[in-house]
């Protein structure tokens, strides 16, 4: 399976953005993907956003949480991150990344858990 982000874009602080994150290739197998998304802001290493499991159990990084959604539609073998009440900070290029997993597959954080990077997408938030 690879992975395609799309949808990011340049808004202001306060705004929403949504991003897809589009699988292609052997997407039979996608439902039993755990998908994640990540971001790198310019300079600084890659941060963990959020990831959302096969059973569609979500976790989120600190820093979005409550402010970010991640929902996925197997039907579309997309995944969806919904960004609200944007701030200047969370402007990076930002990734999904997914691997197979298990039932019992517990929540990873770091990228080498992921096996499938797509291009990522510019979102730029402005003050």
């Known amino acids: 399976v690879q992975l395609q982000a799309s949808g990011g874009g340049l808004v202001q602080a306060g705004d929403s953005l949504r991003l897809s994150c589009a699988a292609s290739g052997r997407t039979g197998t996608f439902a039993r993907y755990a998908v994640g998304w990540f971001r790198q802001a310019p300079g600084k290493e890659y941060e963990f956003v959020g990831v959302i499991k096969r059973n569609s159990n979500t976790a989120y990084a600190d820093s979005v949480k409550g402010r970010f959604t991640i929902s996925r539609d197997n039907a579309k073998n997309t995944v969806y991150l919904q960004m609200n009440s944007l701030k200047p900070e969370d402007t990076a290029i930002y990734y999904c990344?997914?691997?197979?997993?298990?039932?019992?597959?517990?929540?990873?954080?770091?990228?080498?858990?992921?096996?499938?990077w797509g291009r990522g997408t510019q979102v730029t938030v402005s003050s």
């Open positions: 990344a997914g691997v197979p997993t298990i039932l019992t597959w517990t929540v990873r954080t770091d990228r080498e858990a992921y096996e499938s």
